[in-house]
């Protein structure tokens, strides 16, 4: 199975910007649909945004919808997360998920997962 690694977190105003990377390892890349998903203290993980497999279609849950771009790169077995415009509420640890199932944006929906990499958004 695939193995994940998250890093690019840290502490950040309100209106500047972030790149969250994962970097896999183990099972064949390309074939996964990769994700990203968000815990914040106190709160159930929450679906971020999703690449399937092909790499032509994704998923943003609507909080972040304008803001926050997934991108893969399967020579480099990676998967990154832009984020612009960050605010206070994105304020969460963030999670990056493998998964072969049709659907990709329901937490289900993923096997794999990485460790996590903390955001902060302070105001």
């Known amino acids: 199975q695939v193995q994940l690694v998250e890093s690019g977190g840290g502490l950040v105003q309100a209106g500047e910007s972030l790149r969250l990377s994962c970097t896999a390892s183990?099972?064949?890349?390309?074939?996964?649909?990769l994700g990203w998903f968000r815990q914040a203290p106190g709160k159930e993980r929450e679906f971020v945004a999703a690449i399937r497999w092909s790499g032509g279609i994704t998923y943003y849950a609507d909080s972040v919808k304008g803001r926050f771009t997934i991108s893969r790169d399967n020579a480099k077995n990676t998967v990154s997360l832009q984020m612009n415009s960050l605010k206070p509420e994105d304020t969460a640890a963030y999670y990056c998920?493998?998964?072969?199932?049709?659907?990709?944006?329901?937490?289900?929906?993923?096997?794999?997962w990485g460790q996590g990499t903390h955001v902060t958004v302070s105001k």
């Open positions: 183990g099972g064949t890349f390309s074939s996964y649909n």
């Open positions: 998920a493998a998964g072969t199932n049709n659907y990709f944006t329901r937490l289900r929906d993923f096997s794999s």
